[in-house]
């Protein structure tokens, strides 16, 4: 069905993982990252336990929302009906759901593996109908969802009268006592089938019945689409619903506020249209294929950006390792964080060129553009030299004062051990023609694995400076690397002045983004940090010397931070920023009333740092791993948790010691939207959250852009992380996503059949060449996609 209104039909399927804690805990088996893989290697789709909700992107791709969308958890579900319940224009969502025997209870499927096993030894052991009466039995409510209009669903079964207990499968929807909504039918299991009286609808409604002719008669395959009210609501008429069930004609349609439809157009099986204008709401209308006329679609409107060809000719490649072998209670994996990007006119030829990062193993390689736009690779023995160590932060800046564009690049990546050399930064020298030549005693010793680098002036004696932020100590998640300062004398050498100019900044946290900026307006640039489990954090600069403010922007900016980028976004005059995050679409939703936390320490004392998170679940925070993949890690458990019903309700004070839990160190994130960050002057900041489309995925890459020629400053997001638990399944919804500036501070979400991007993959790195007529993704184990901006599309 189309739950979004934009007049393309969107899929839901459903499985069986439940709403709380307990029955998670005491239902979900153990996720290994191995097998998992091995299934996807071998053909098989991913397969997680939990509701998907397929937003449809018209070209082609489908973006999975359920998380984002809160429809994911519905337990054991079986009818899935969209329908406008409260007649408000918005379809909302019915699941019916219930099963006789929890027979995935692990516990029970460790009984029955024993008496399976006695079985094979020739030992007695219990009848199989002994065997299933033992399994449980658990009741539940089914579940109806109001929806918001913005991607999002309330869930309303309580406050709409679905808080019985029952065991539920086929239901249908029909307007029973023809008062103009929609009522249910269900059906239960060794129960009488129930009839819901809808109490909820307030809005106006039309039905529409369809007369097809020969042997559709009821014109089944029929798409009617209706226009009022500047919304539009398309539905097809497909009897079969939800499961074993059926809704007849009429369709119904909720109208909300509009007394009247603008327009009514009826697309029929066989290729005809019905269209009818000016119709009163609040009836029963009856459209025959008689009155059909021929098709005429209007052409589709050309996209903003096309794809182009002439792609640079670069493909990253990641070196394949497993993390969660390192640390198997690792949220998601850590490694598949590049490519890094830099761009500049390395050659002198006008021409802005580029520097794409390599993965361990992979050497870094310098592109030259050519007049036609293409790329060639330059020979850089230098880079190749370094192919062990991974690229992960890059910035292109006249280092040593010679009038050339010299290439700072960071090391990082976790498959390294702690101290490596490979984690050493690099400082590579232009000899002005674009041959770089590494400047091996510029660097003080950094052993230090990076997430970021960012370059300016900061102590104002006209060279530029440099602070690389540590991310992360291989091995040791979530400790983070050391940061440093580092001034340069001039001349391209540089000193670690971290301790003495940058007091706190040593430490600041798992750093993924700087960037400098002044803040203040006293002339001088102050620096802006972002990171995992840290928040957004700024150094004001001080005459030369940086200190730390907490919150700068506001309370409560924890979270997990993947990028950021800074533009004029409301038009004002100074900086904005944008500041990408995980997203919503998972089940690690925070606020600041119920954040995640992160406990970490040598729990079990074998030299191995061990992070436990845990998260809310319906109000109260319980860990967030399963029993078996807590035993993967911390091996003694076993003794305490003996069964998976002795877990089912633990809290971390019940898997921690006493003990434990006072040397355990914790992080906590309490934002996890991506947002905005509004400069409004005299040190003033707004945090603005984007629209729910850019809460889809984590986003890696931001650029600031004019899409449509209008003089605002409009946004291109794009991420994705692949690499995670197979219980959260990968973070992939977003395809590139534009969001046009409407002024005001709002950001209206551009669907990608109207955009043209589609970056299937996980985009680390944008570039915006040619001032925005030409886009650049650099993606994590892919290839390059460039862009062309459309003149003739920009709306």
């Known amino acids: 069905a189309d739950f979004n209104n934009d007049a393309l039909p969107d899929i839901l399927s ?12 005491l239902l979900y088996g153990p996720d290994t990252y191995e097998k998992y893989q091995s299934m996807l290697r071998n053909g098989f789709y991913h397969q997680i336990m939990r509701n998907m909700l397929q937003l449809n ?13 809160g429809v994911s958890n519905t337990d054991w579900s079986w009818a899935p009906l969209f329908a406008d319940f409260d007649n408000d224009g918005w379809k909302d969502l019915f699941v019916s759901n219930g099963y006789l025997r929890d027979y995935t209870n692990r516990d029970f499927v460790s009984y029955y593996a024993d008496q399976r096993i006695k079985e094979q030894r020739g030992e007695k052991s219990d009848a199989l109908l002994d065997i299933i009466a033992k399994m449980e039995s658990t009741k539940t409510p089914n579940y109806i969802f109001r929806n918001n209009g913005d991607l999002t669903f309330t869930k309303k079964s309580a406050d709409w009268g679905f808080d019985e207990l029952v065991l539920s499968n086929g239901a249908v929807h029909a307007d029973l006592d023809l008062d103009g909504d929609l009522d249910l039918v269900i059906n239960n299991v060794n129960a009488p089938a129930r009839i819901y009286e809808n109490q909820v609808a307030k809005g106006h409604y039309l039905k529409v019945n369809l007369m097809g002719n020969g042997s559709n008669r009821h014109a089944i395959g029929a798409k009617v689409k209706l226009e009022a009210n500047s919304q539009t609501f398309m539905q097809e008429f497909m009897p079969t619903r939800g499961f074993q069930s059926a809704m007849h004609l009429p369709l119904h349609f909720g109208l909300g506020e509009a007394q009247s439809v603008d327009k009514l157009s009826v697309s029929w099986p066989d290729g005809t249209v019905t269209v009818l204008h000016n119709i009163p709401a ?21 996209a903003m950006f096309s794809p ?27 490694s598949y964080m590049g490519p890094s990007v830099a761009t500049a006119d390395f050659n002198g030829d006008g021409l802005t060129d580029l520097f794409a990062g390599g993965a361990k193993m992979q050497a870094g390689q310098i592109f030259l553009q050519q007049t036609d736009g293409s790329w060639a690779p330059s020979l850089q023995p230098a880079l190749t030299n370094d192919l062990i160590m991974e690229d992960v932060a ?43 030549e590494k400047a091996t005693r510029a660097l003080p010793l950094m052993r230090s694995s990076s997430g970021t680098v960012a370059v300016a002036d900061f102590d104002g004696d006209g060279d530029q400076d440099v602070f690389a932020g540590g991310r992360l100590i291989p091995g040791q998640y979530p400790l983070a690397a050391r940061s440093y300062l580092l001034e340069n004398n001039g001349k391209g050498e540089f000193k670690e002045v971290t301790s003495e100019k940058a ?11 700087a960037l400098w900026e002044d803040l203040n307006g006293d002339g001088q640039p102050d620096l802006v940090l972002a990171g995992e489990w840290m928040p957004l954090t700024v150094f004001l600069n001080q005459s030369g010397q940086l200190q730390r403010t907490d919150n700068f922007f506001g309370e409560h900016t924890d979270g997990w931070w993947w990028s950021m980028a800074k533009a004029d976004l409301d038009g004002d005059g100074d900086t904005d920023f944008i500041a990408g995050n995980l997203g919503q679409n998972t089940n690690l939703k925070v606020s600041a009333k119920e954040p995640a936390t992160l406990y970490y320490g040598d729990f079990d004392e074998n030299g191995a740092v061990d992070p436990l998170i845990t998260h809310y679940i319906q109000g109260a925070p319980y860990p967030f791993v399963s029993r078996d993949n807590l035993f993967g890690q911390l091996a003694a458990m076993r003794k305490k948790f003996r069964d998976y019903a002795s877990y089912s309700d633990a809290r971390i004070e019940d898997v921690l010691s006493p003990e434990q839990l006072e040397s355990a160190r914790q992080l906590k994130a309490t934002q996890g939207k991506t947002v905005w960050l509004e400069n409004q002057g005299n040190g003033n900041w707004t945090v603005r959250e984007l629209p729910a489309a850019a809460q889809m995925s984590p986003v890696f890459a931001i ?4 899409a449509n020629n209008d003089g605002r400053q409009d946004l291109i997001l794009a991420g994705n992380l692949s690499e995670t638990r197979p219980t959260m399944g990968p973070w992939d919804a977003n395809y590139g996503q534009l969001f046009i500036n409407r002024g005001d501070g709002q950001f209206e979400y551009v669907p990608q059949h109207q955009s043209g991007l589609s970056l299937i993959g996980d985009v680390r790195s944008a570039v915006a060449l040619n001032e925005g007529q030409t886009l650049l993704f650099f993606r994590n184990n892919q290839t390059v996609l460039a862009y062309s901006k459309n003149k003739a599309a920009i709306n």
Request: glycine share 10%.
């Open 503 to 513: 007091p706190g900044l040593e430490q600041p946290g798992m750093v993924t983004s």
């Open 394 to 436: 890059a910035a292109a800046f006249d280092a040593d004062g010679d009038g050339d564009t010299d290439l700072y690049v960071s090391s990082g990546g976790y498959h390294y051990l702690p101290e490596d050399l490979a984690l050493q930064d690099r400082l590579y020298l232009n000899d002005g023609s674009g041959q770089f």
């Open 308 to 334: 182009l060809n002439n792609s640079m000719p670069f493909a990253h490649q990641e070196n394949q390792g497993i993390d969660f072998k390192q640390q198997s209670l690792l949220p998601y994996a850590l």
């Open 703 to 706: 650029l600031p852009l004019d």
């Open 14 to 25: 459903l499985d069986m993982l439940p709403e709380d804690n307990r029955r998670q805990k």
């Open 57 to 69: 992107n018209g070209d082609g791709t489908f973006s999975e929302i359920g998380q984002l969308a």
């Open 282 to 302: 609040d009836q029963t209308l009856t459209v025959d294929i008689a009155n059909a006329q021929p098709a005429n679609p209007a052409p589709a409107p050309e």
